[in-house]
């Protein structure tokens, strides 16, 4: 039995390119819980708290558990909590790189891999219109960073230096050679 621990219907699709066959068991816990830490080592930490809250139900499953999120400056940007700070938070990304960090967790044959996939994106110069335009589209609301690089948020991207499917919220090549071992 193979479970994806996540609820994000973007993850599912990515996974099915790697996997035929899974279960969704979205981890039952709360994020805030996780302190702040550098970018790298927090979606690690969250990856690996949903990993081991299903595991708990599931020992002898595969398990996959995930978490994105965005840093610029060594700040962490998750999901907007509304249009107003997705607005500062596509303003302060605009005309910049910023870091996405996806964190795994994987346990198979009863054996936990971890890692963190790393992609740098660039936005254009944004306007004030070109921002606002973009938040009609209500396309940002569950995005870290509140934008969707596979949607109508590719318009704000000017360059992508690492894994494409990373900023999508699931590096599917990592995935795929972490099964593999």
Same mark, same amino acid.
């Given at each position: 039995?193979?479970?994806?621990? $996540?609820?994000?219907?973007r993850?599912?699709?990515?996974?099915?390119?790697?996997v035929?066959?899974?279960?969704?068991?979205?981890?039952?816990?709360?994020e805030?819980?996780?302190?702040?830490t550098?970018?790298?080592?927090?979606?690690?930490t969250?990856?690996?708290?949903?990993g081991?809250?299903?595991?708990?139900?599931?020992?002898?499953?595969?398990i996959l558990?995930?978490?994105?999120a965005?840093?610029?400056?060594?700040?962490?940007?998750?999901?907007p909590?509304?249009?107003?700070?997705?607005?500062?938070?596509?303003?302060?990304?605009?005309?910049?790189?910023?870091?996405?960090?996806?964190?795994?967790?994987?346990?198979?044959?009863?054996l936990?891999?971890?890692?963190?996939?790393?992609?740098?994106?660039?936005?254009?110069?944004?306007?004030?219109?070109?921002?606002?335009?973009?938040?009609d589209?209500?396309?940002?609301?569950?995005?870290?960073?509140?934008?969707?690089?596979q949607?109508?948020?590719?318009?704000?991207?000017?360059?992508?230096?690492?894994?494409?499917?990373?900023?999508?919220g699931?590096?599917? $090549?990592?995935?795929?050679?972490?099964?593999?071992?």
């Amino acid at each position: 039995m193979f479970i994806l621990a $996540s609820q994000s219907p973007r993850r599912q699709a990515l996974l099915k390119r790697v996997v035929n066959d899974f279960e969704v068991q979205p981890a039952q816990i709360d994020e805030h819980e996780t302190p702040l830490t550098a970018p790298g080592d927090y979606v690690q930490t969250l990856a690996q708290r949903k990993g081991e809250a299903v595991a708990v139900q599931y020992p002898t499953a595969t398990i996959l558990a995930a978490d994105t999120a965005i840093s610029f400056q060594g700040t962490l940007y998750g999901k907007p909590k509304d249009r107003q700070d997705a607005y500062e938070m596509l303003r302060q990304l605009s005309g910049q790189t910023h870091q996405v960090y996806t964190g795994l967790w994987l346990m198979k044959d009863g054996l936990v891999q971890q890692k963190v996939v790393q992609t740098d994106v660039t936005f254009w110069h944004l306007s004030t219109a070109e921002i606002e335009q973009y938040l009609d589209q209500n396309e940002y609301a569950d995005k870290a960073g509140a934008y969707g690089i596979q949607g109508a948020g590719a318009l704000l991207i000017n360059k992508v230096n690492g894994d494409f499917y990373n900023v999508v919220g699931l590096p599917v $090549s990592t995935v795929a050679r972490m099964l593999q071992n």
